[in-house]
């Protein structure tokens, strides 16, 4: 993972992000067909819900960014 890949992913997410530096699902939706991604809203709701650890329908950048290297990355 190279800085610049985090930095410009950062800069992605922090233009999506809310008050608190967080994503909600229609945001994280948002967010990862902008990026590119081809997910089903099924499978994208999945991933957000597997990524929303204390349920309160947020998304840390920290959370996201792992999860998109690792799912985006063999």
Not at 20 to 36: M, N, P, T, Y
Not at 40 to 50: H, I, L, P, Y
Request: net charge positive; aromatic share 12%.
């Amino acid at each position: 993972l190279s800085m610049k890949d985090n930095e410009a992913l950062r800069a992605k997410f922090e233009a999506s992000a809310d008050e608190r530096d967080c994503i909600d699902q229609a945001r994280f939706i948002a967010l990862v067909r902008k990026l590119g991604l081809k997910l089903t809203e099924k499978k994208a709701k999945k991933a957000f819900v597997g990524l929303d650890a204390n349920q309160d329908d947020s998304v840390s950048f920290e959370a996201f960014s792992a999860w998109w290297f690792k799912y985006t990355r063999p």
